[in-house]
């Protein structure tokens, strides 16, 4: 997977280089200190994934995002934690806060791997037929799968695509998180951000910021904290 890295800021290039260096498929094309020399590059090396600082002197990461094509992928890197998944209108893969951790950057690239992947070979690739009192029923490869709403742990957004985590299996449907959202029962399935629904039967642990379900650190989006901790504690 090419990527480059763009960052005003040189400490926290060589930052993110070095954990590119300890992911072996991922390929490192460039090094950016601007949105715009980045652009330039881009018009004649076409890239898969970006690393992107939101505060950046000139045209900001936010802005840049708008003008990336649709297939280039985008995580956005930044010092400051109040820009939450949920508070931009981008379509953004991901979301790091610097001091940057290699586990966490490890689970950014790998789902960038993933939808890739889709895009490529439609894996697995599912369409809702029927949703039952418990029970929701999922098309994929000419089989229908009877998926236990007790046995979904999360659903993940993947831009078009969404990813239904289960305890056995991964199942990936073409529809947006909302619309998937509208067909679960809602008190217990909570939408915590912008790419993740949770099985709040699932969940292990949370803090203010992030829930856990098994070894899934899944960040709760400011729009989103209240009705969760509602819905959580009052069950």
Known sequence: ?????IDDEPIARRGVEKMIAEVPWLRLRGL??????????MEKHPIDLIFLDIQMPGMNGLEFSRYIPRETLVIFTTAFAEYALDSYQVDA????????????????VEKAANYLDLLKTGTDRASIQ?????YIFLKADRRYFRVSFADILYIEGLKDYVVVHTTTQ?????????????????RQFLRVNRSYIINKDHVQSFSN???????????????YRDQFFELMMGS
């Open 1 to 5: 997977m090419d990527c480059i890295v």
């Open 93 to 108: 893969l991901d979301y790091l806060v610097k001091p940057l951790r290699l586990d966490r950057f490890k689970r950014a």
């Open 130 to 134: 029927q949703v039952g009192t418990d």
């Open 170 to 186: 991964k199942l990936i449907t073409l529809m947006n998180l909302k619309g998937i959202h509208e067909q679960l029962p809602l």
């Open 32 to 41: 950016f200190d601007s949105a715009e020399s980045a652009s330039q590059f």
């Open 209 to 223: 910021n992030d829930v856990f379900i098994g070894e899934q650190e899944i960040a709760i989006g400011n729009t």
